[in-house]
T-cell receptor, first 111, second 112 residues
Framework: KNEVEQSPQNLTAQEGEFITINCSYS?????LHWLQQHPGGGIVSLFM???GKKKHGRLIATINIQEKHSSLHITASHPRDSAVYIC?????????????FGEGTQLTVNP | KAGVTQTPRYLIKTRGQQVTLSCSPI?????VSWYQQTPGQGLQFLFE???????NKGNFPGRFSGRQFSNSRSEMNVSTLELGDSALYLC???????????FGSGTRLTVV
């Protein structure tokens, strides 16, 4: 079993819909990251969380440390949100900056 | 401020050759991590350098190596290339602060 599990693997939505992507992990973490990857490969860091909730524009990320679970929400989705969303964790068991990644969620938002 | 710069963007090499990839971090970012991304294995950690020292290493063969210079720029080297080394190689840098990591655009390596 992977240390980081994401669901769903693929998600298709209509423009304007509310979207949720889930991430579960099995190790103790010092931080959880949500990343966005567009075709062509570039990765953008969306959020870094160690507790609670963060909001940036139409994006909201939450984390429940006790349940080892995080969610990424997109409100009023738009076709430009189409990308792969990746959850990554930094385990407190390893020193330094080493991330373990989920397999990613391919999001397609249709106009 | 300038982002993380990876060079080259694309590379085609023949089996058995060796390759060197470069990553220049954002000013002030002393930690540079390298990742390999393939369709089958996803993103996997290669190694991390901090202050010219390797701080972490992933589960890759010794053909994969790296180093970091005093200006924090990092290089990774892959010797005796195999077809399976074809991948997108990404570096991520951080200053350890609250903004997490900044990723480069990657180097897409094709081994033929």
């Amino acid at each position: 079993k992977n240390e980081v599990e994401q669901s769903p693997q693929n998600l298709t939505a209509q423009e304007g819909e509310f979207i949720t992507i889930n991430c579960s992990y099995s190790v103790g973490i010092s931080a959880l990251h949500w990343l966005q990857q567009h075709p062509g490969g570039g990765i953008v860091s969306l959020f870094m969380l160690s507790s609670g909730k963060k909001k940036h524009g139409r994006l909201i990320a939450t984390i429940n440390i006790q349940e080892k679970h995080s969610s990424l929400h997109i409100t009023a989705s738009h076709p430009r949100d189409s990308a792969v969303y990746i959850c990554a964790v930094r385990s407190w068991e390893t020193s330094g900056s080493r991330l373990t990644f989920g397999e990613g969620t391919q999001l397609t938002v249709n106009p | 401020k300038a982002g993380v710069t990876q060079t080259p963007r694309y590379l085609i090499k023949t089996r058995g050759q060796q390759v060197t990839l470069s990553c220049s971090p954002i000013s002030g970012h002393r930690s540079v991590s390298w990742y390999q991304q393939t369709p089958g294995q996803g993103l996997q950690f290669l190694f991390e350098y901090f202050s010219e020292t390797q701080r972490n290493k992933g589960n890759f063969p010794g053909r994969f190596s790296g180093r970091q210079f005093s200006n924090s720029r990092s290089e990774m080297n892959v010797s005796t290339l195999e077809l399976g080394d074809s991948a997108l190689y990404l570096c991520a840098t951080t200053d350890g602060g609250p903004y997490g990591y900044t990723f480069g655009s990657g180097t897409r390596l094709t081994v033929v």
